[in-house]
């Protein structure tokens, strides 16, 4: 059974009902899911897992400050995330607000870490995204993106 931790920030709830929805679909392709917040969780955290999906609110076009120190003190654990799959998903208050480059600044962290990256060909490419509370769009992309990545993640862990 794959583990898969969902770590996200939130400040107005919007970005927690996603991570709630990505367990959902994680669960139900079989995973055994962590679900934690920034603050609370540690970068040592992100080891016992196979699969690792951070969730972020957009600011000004960026994570939110609190995610991007905990991908920042990650680098402790250079080299020891390789092979985990590793998906992201953002949140904001309009359209324009800069979800995309959100989801990408976790990605290329999560590249960095020599993690496996599965995009999807219909729906929200590089993950989730939600303008403001998640409507029936997002809830179906979040529970996708959640059973994509606990599949993956078995299939790799073997």
Do not use: W
């Not at 934690?36 to 969780?41: L, N, S, V």
């Not at 303008?131 to 179906?140: A, L, S, Y």
């Amino acid at each position: 059974m794959p583990r898969v931790l969902i770590l996200y920030y939130t400040r107005t709830g919007n970005t927690e009902k996603m991570a709630r929805l990505i367990e959902e679909g994680a669960k139900s392709a079989g995973a055994e899911v962590s679900l934690q917040t920034i603050p609370g969780a540690a970068p040592e955290d992100l080891q016992g897992f196979d699969g690792i999906i951070i969730g972020s609110p957009t600011y000004y076009g960026l994570p939110a400050a609190e995610i991007i120190k905990f991908l920042d003190d990650s680098v402790k654990f250079h080299g020891k995330l390789e092979g985990k799959v590793g998906a992201a998903f953002s949140s904001s208050a309009n359209i324009g607000g800069g979800n995309e480059t959100v989801i990408l600044a976790i990605l290329e962290a999560m590249l960095v870490h020599g993690m496996v990256i599965q995009g999807v060909p219909k729906g929200d490419h590089y993950g989730p995204v939600s303008i403001g509370i998640p409507d029936e769009r997002v809830m179906k992309q979040c529970r996708s993106l959640g059973e994509r990545v606990a599949k993956l993640a078995k299939k790799l862990a073997g």
